[in-house]
């Protein structure tokens, strides 16, 4: 089975400049999250999912960040505009939310350069 | 606020020596997680710890919930190079919600 899928798996862009990032869950979990790690600040939450509507977005930084769920397969995180303190590996990662192990399955990352 | 406390943050031993891990709390988890994150990968877990006292053995490493579900070790035993990686502690406060992550401890095992 195919796990969490994320794309692209880098991007460089420059100050200023938007960026997509995308995720596709694994398919039947119900919920869906969106990390940013940094050696300064190791894992954190941006913002969480639930059945596709967003429960928690305490995390994310400021309103150049927006994410989205229009469907229980597709999710996205944009940055706009993007600043160099933007630069981080983002995960996104999907769960069967009531399942007996609640594990959280991440994906590769999207490992972001903002110059 | 960091809820999680992970030491050491930095460990590098040869291969063949015993180490543990530590995850300490002031807050009490309804459960714990262990993953380990090699380079360029999303973390992967290792074990859920649900009950204060439970151990729990993959292979070479032991994990251990306290007794008061505030705290937690990892303990390997006889370290192999592929032990390599970012191991990271991760705290549930209730089954509904999102996990509260350790800063992590990166793990290097010289052959």
């Known amino acids: 089975d195919a796990g969490v899928i994320q794309s692209p798996r880098h991007e460089v862009t420059e100050m200023g400049q938007e960026v997509t990032l995308r995720c596709k869950p694994i398919?039947?979990?119900?919920?869906l999250f969106w990390y940013r790690q940094t050696m300064m600040r190791g894992l954190e939450l941006l913002i969480y999912f639930n059945n596709n509507v967003p429960i928690d977005d305490s995390g994310m930084p400021e309103d150049r960040f927006s994410a989205k769920m229009p469907n229980a397969s597709f999710s996205t995180l944009k940055i706009q505009p993007s600043e160099p303190r933007d630069s981080a590996v983002y995960f996104c990662?999907?769960?069967?939310?009531?399942?007996?192990?609640?594990?959280?399955?991440f994906g590769p990352g999207t490992r972001l350069t903002v110059l | 606020t960091q809820l999680l406390e992970q030491s050491p943050q930095f460990l590098s031993i040869q291969e063949g020596e015993n180490l543990t891990v530590y995850c300490n709390s002031s807050?009490?988890?309804?459960?714990l997680q262990w993953y380990r994150q090699e380079p360029g990968e999303g973390p992967v877990l290792l074990v859920t710890?649900?009950?204060g006292g439970e151990v729990k053995k993959l292979k070479r490493l032991t994990f251990q919930f306290g007794d008061a579900r505030k705290d937690s070790s990892l303990h390997i035993t006889a370290a192999q190079p592929g032990d390599t990686g970012l191991y990271l502690c991760?705290?549930?406060?209730?089954?509904?919600?999102?996990?509260?992550w350790g800063a992590g401890t990166k793990l290097i095992i010289k052959p």
């Open positions: 807050s009490v988890f309804s459960s």
């Open positions: 991760a705290g549930a406060k209730d089954s509904n919600y999102q996990l509260i």
């Open positions: 398919s039947g979990h119900n919920s």
């Open positions: 710890v649900v009950t």
């Open positions: 990662a999907s769960r069967l939310f009531g399942s007996s192990t609640d594990t959280q399955y």
